[in-house]
């Protein structure tokens, strides 16, 4: 293993016990909190995705996220609803029905995308369902970058990425709260940390050459 990806995988592991210490509200005195955790777990999402686009056709680059994501998705929102159904007096305040554990497996994968637009077509209605639990709320940003990332890597050809990703990310200062754009605004708040991610990598392909 390198260097680079060693340091890469304890940011990994830092993000995440930065979060896991957050919900069980042993953070307290820490300089870094959950917050933190998750922008810093982005921004390495955001350097990977730099090279995981390379040398790869857009059909190879959505099937690599699928695969990568979705079924570990769909096992642990099962567990997570087993564990709701079962022990419900655990945490009463967090459990959640049928409607948001189909939500989370069905609508999630797509990023909201597919329901926020077939769903009202179909029933005149939105659809609104909440996560199994609501540590999910950042799997919906990340795969909306994935998706915004594929459509402007792969269909709209564009150059420096992480300077439109940044612009993008400007108007979660407007408080927009479209369903198709973000939700709780949070996929347009997060999209600087992509893109310093990228902007990162970039950096580092260059100074190499």
Same mark, same amino acid.
């Given at each position: 293993m ?8 304890? #940011? ?7 979060? /896991? ?10 300089? $870094? ?15 990977c995705?730099y ?7 857009g059909t190879?680059? #959505? ?17 997570? !609803? ?8 655990? !945490?009463?305040?967090?459990? !959640? ?10 609508? $999630? ?16 209605? !939105? ?11 950042? #799997?919906?940003v ?5 998706? #915004?990332?594929? $459509? ?11 300077i439109?990703l *940044?612009? /993008? ?5 407007f ?8 939700? *709780? ?7 600087g ?12 392909n260059?100074?190499?050459?």
């Amino acid at each position: 293993m390198s260097e680079r990806n060693l340091g890469i995988d304890l #940011l990994r592991v830092l993000s995440i016990a930065l979060v /896991i210490l957050n919900h069980y509200d042993l953070s307290k005195g820490f300089l $870094l909190g959950g917050t933190h955790g998750v922008a810093i777990f982005f921004m390495v999402s955001g350097y990977c995705m730099y090279y995981s686009t390379h040398n790869r056709t857009g059909t190879e680059f #959505l099937k690599a996220r699928f695969w990568r994501l979705i079924p570990t998705l769909i096992i642990c929102a099962t567990i997570t !609803q087993a564990i709701e159904w079962t022990l419900p007096y655990v !945490q009463p305040d967090r459990t !959640q029905g049928l409607k948001a554990y189909i939500g989370t497996i069905f609508c $999630l994968p797509s990023g909201n995308l597919i329901c926020d637009t077939l769903w009202p077509i179909i029933t005149r209605r !939105q659809f609104h369902y909440s996560w199994v639990d609501g540590a999910y709320w950042s #799997l919906l940003v990340e795969i909306r970058f994935y998706i #915004l990332l594929w $459509l402007m890597y792969y269909i709209l050809k564009t150059k420096k990425i992480a300077i439109y990703l *940044s612009i /993008i990310g400007l108007f979660a200062s407007f408080n927009l709260d479209i369903p198709l754009i973000s939700k *709780s605004q949070d996929f347009l708040i997060y999209l600087g940390f992509f893109a310093f991610g990228m902007a990162y990598k970039a950096f580092e392909n260059k100074e190499r050459h």
